[in-house]
C-alpha cells in the first residue's frame, strides 16, 4: 500500500462514519459501566470474571484508557486528511470566483427570465446596475463584458462554503483539547476537616499523589438539613495559599458554585467522616510486631526486613452483607461491623487490596503474606469531600464547541446563492435581459426566493418593457 492510497484511506468519508458510530458505542459502554470506582465495588456489581474483565481492559476507566485516547487520535487524522484533500479546492474556487456562463449554459439553468427592453443599450446599461441592486437587495459583486454582452453576478453567501471546514476545525480543537485533558489533567478526590491544609491530592487509579503547587484549608464545614432530615445545604469556606502560607484567595464551594485557583477547579462533591484507624502488625517469620494508627492513603513500613510498605485505601464502620448474597450462601450474619481496606505493596508494584475486620480478625488475612494485620480500633472526625479537576483542555473544548455551531449555523442556514444578469442589445430600439439564479445546497427553497427577485427586477425595468 503506498503513501497515496494510505492517504485516501484516511480522507474516506465512510472511516469517519465508522470512528463516530463505534465512539458513540463506546460512550454508550462508559454510561452504562460505572466509571472510577473501587475494583471491590466492580465485584459487587458483577460476578467474578466479568468484574476482571471491566477492570483488566480499562472499561472502569474508559475515557482516559489507551484504546478511547487511539480513537479520538484517530478521528482526528481522519478529519484533518478530510480538510486537507478537499478544502484547497474550495478556496481556489472561492478566490477566483464563477465563471460567466455561456449560451448554452444559461439555457439550462432551472431558475431563469428573460425580459425585453424597448430602449438601446446605452439607456438601460446606464442604469442597470441600480436596477439589479435594488431587485435583488445587494450590488453587484462581479461585472464581466464581453463582446456586446454585459454580465453582472450578484452572490449572497459566498463563503458559506467553508461551513463543513469551520466544523472540521471546531472538532479538531475539542478533540485537541479532550486529549490534553486526559494526558495531562486529573480529576482526585480531597477531603478535609476544619482547619485542616493540604498541597497535594491522592489519585487512587494511578496510585501517587499530584501536588497542587498552593495549599487550600477547610476554615469553616457549614451543614444544613430540612426538619426531616435530608441534606439542604454543604459549604465549604476555604483559603488558598501559596507555598509560602501567603494568601491567594478566599471563598465559599457549595454544590453547583465550585472555585477555580490557577488551573484547578474544586467542586462541592460529598461530606462524611475521615477514619483513623489503628493496626496491629505482626511479622510472623520474625515475631516482630508493631503498632500504628493512620489515615487513608499514608504509607507506613510493616516489620521486618522484607521492606515491604502498606496502606488503608478506604474505610467502611458497618459492612453489610448485599441480600443478593445473602441469598445464595449460608453466611448468617446481615453486618461484618467495621473493616479497613489495605494494600501492601514494594518496589515491584502493588499487590492485591484486601479488607481486614475488626470483629473477624481472621478474614482476609491469607492475602496479607507473611504478615498479619489486626484492626484494633478507630476514630471518625467529620470532613468535607472536595472533587479536584485539572482538565488544561477545557479553553480549547470551549472555543471549539463555539465554532463548532457557527460551522453548522453557516452550512445549514446559510446556501450559496449565485445569480447572473446578462444584458444585450436585440435590435436598434431593444435590449434583452436574462436573469439565471441557483442556490448550491436548497435549490427547491431557492426557487420561491427566485420569483420574488424577478418580480422585483420586472418591476424595475416596468418602464422599458414590451407588453
Known amino acids: 500500500m503506498n503513501i497515496h492510497t494510505l492517504y485516501d484511506k484516511f480522507s474516506s468519508v465512510r472511516l469517519t462514519i465508522f470512528l463516530c458510530i463505534l465512539l458513540a458505542f463506546v460512550s454508550v459502554v462508559g454510561t452504562v459501566i460505572p466509571q472510577n470506582m473501587a475494583p471491590e465495588?466492580?465485584?459487587?456489581?458483577?460476578?467474578?470474571?466479568?468484574?476482571?474483565?471491566?477492570?483488566?481492559?480499562?472499561?472502569?476507566?474508559?475515557?482516559?484508557?489507551?484504546?478511547?485516547?487511539?480513537?479520538?487520535?484517530?478521528?482526528?487524522?481522519?478529519?484533518?486528511?478530510?480538510?486537507?484533500?478537499?478544502?484547497?479546492?474550495?478556496?481556489?474556487?472561492l478566490r477566483r470566483g464563477p465563471s460567466p456562463p455561456s449560451e448554452a449554459a444559461l439555457e439550462k439553468w432551472k431558475c431563469r427570465e428573460t425580459f425585453l427592453c424597448a430602449a438601446g443599450a446605452e439607456e438601460v446599461e446606464g442604469r442597470l446596475e441600480s436596477i439589479v441592486a435594488k431587485a435583488l437587495g445587494r450590488r453587484p459583486t462581479g461585472k464581466h463584458a464581453e463582446g456586446p454582452r454585459k454580465v453582472l453576478l450578484v452572490e449572497k453567501n459566498r463563503y458559506a462554503r467553508l461551513g463543513p471546514y469551520l466544523a472540521h476545525a471546531s472538532i479538531l480543537l475539542?478533540?485537541?483539547?479532550?486529549?490534553?485533558?486526559?494526558?495531562?489533567?486529573?480529576?482526585?478526590?480531597?477531603?478535609?476537616?476544619?482547619?485542616?491544609?493540604?498541597?497535594?491530592?491522592?489519585?487512587?487509579?494511578?496510585?501517587?499523589r499530584v501536588p497542587l503547587g498552593f495549599q487550600i484549608r477547610c476554615d469553616r464545614f457549614v451543614f444544613n438539613q430540612y426538619p426531616d432530615?435530608?441534606?439542604?445545604?454543604?459549604?465549604?469556606?476555604?483559603?488558598?495559599l501559596d507555598m509560602g502560607g501567603k494568601e491567594i484567595l478566599r471563598g465559599s464551594i457549595r454544590v453547583n458554585h465550585p472555585l477555580t485557583c490557577r488551573g484547578i477547579t474544586f467542586?462541592?462533591?460529598t461530606?462524611?467522616?475521615?477514619?483513623?484507624?489503628?493496626?496491629?502488625?505482626?511479622?510472623?517469620?520474625?515475631?516482630?510486631?508493631?503498632?500504628?494508627?493512620?489515615?487513608?492513603?499514608?504509607?507506613?513500613?510493616?516489620?521486618?526486613?522484607?521492606?515491604?510498605?502498606?496502606?488503608?485505601?478506604?474505610?467502611?464502620e458497618n459492612v453489610r452483607i448485599p441480600a443478593e448474597m445473602a441469598r445464595v450462601t449460608s453466611f448468617s450474619m446481615k453486618s461484618l461491623g467495621p473493616a479497613a481496606r489495605v494494600v501492601i505493596f514494594d518496589e515491584k508494584g502493588f499487590h492485591d487490596p484486601f479488607l481486614i475486620f475488626r470483629d473477624h480478625p481472621a478474614m482476609g488475612q491469607e492475602r496479607a503474606g507473611t504478615h498479619?494485620?489486626?484492626?484494633?480500633?478507630?476514630?471518625?472526625?467529620?470532613?468535607?469531600?472536595?472533587?479536584?479537576?485539572?482538565?488544561?483542555?477545557?479553553?480549547?473544548?470551549?472555543?471549539?464547541?463555539?465554532?463548532?455551531?457557527?460551522?453548522?449555523l453557516m452550512a445549514l442556514l446559510m446556501d450559496h446563492e449565485i445569480v447572473w444578469v446578462v444584458g444585450e442589445a436585440a435590435g436598434e430600439k431593444a435590449y434583452r435581459i436574462r436573469m439565471v439564479g441557483r442556490a448550491v445546497r436548497h435549490p427547491g427553497i431557492y426557487a420561491a426566493r427566485f420569483d420574488r427577485q424577478k418580480l422585483r427586477l420586472r418591476k424595475g425595468l416596468s418602464p422599458w418593457l414590451k407588453s
Open 229 to 240: 432530615g435530608t441534606p439542604k445545604e454543604y459549604r465549604s469556606d476555604v483559603t488558598f
Open 41 to 93: 465495588k466492580y465485584q459487587t456489581l458483577y460476578r467474578p470474571a466479568v468484574a476482571e474483565v471491566v477492570t483488566g481492559l480499562g472499561l472502569d476507566d474508559l475515557y482516559h484508557s489507551a484504546g478511547f485516547i487511539f480513537l479520538l487520535c484517530l478521528l482526528a487524522v481522519n478529519l484533518a486528511a478530510c480538510t486537507a484533500k478537499r478544502l484547497p479546492g474550495t478556496w481556489r474556487s
Open 271 to 316: 461530606y462524611g467522616s475521615i477514619p483513623k484507624v489503628t493496626l496491629q502488625l505482626i511479622d510472623e517469620e520474625s515475631g516482630s510486631e508493631a503498632s500504628v494508627t493512620t489515615g487513608l492513603n499514608t504509607p507506613f513500613q510493616l516489620p521486618g526486613s522484607t521492606g515491604e510498605r502498606a496502606m488503608v485505601t478506604a474505610f467502611q
Open 267 to 269: 467542586y462541592q462533591a
Open 174 to 208: 475539542i478533540l485537541l483539547g479532550t486529549l490534553w485533558g486526559a494526558v495531562i489533567g486529573f480529576k482526585a478526590g480531597l477531603q478535609l476537616t476544619e482547619g485542616e491544609a493540604a498541597s497535594d491530592v491522592w489519585l487512587q487509579k494511578r496510585a501517587e
Open 372 to 408: 498479619r494485620i489486626v484492626l484494633k480500633g478507630f476514630r471518625l472526625t467529620p470532613y468535607t469531600g472536595l472533587q479536584v479537576v485539572k482538565d488544561p483542555g477545557t479553553p480549547l473544548v470551549w472555543i471549539g464547541c463555539t465554532f463548532l455551531v457557527i460551522g453548522f
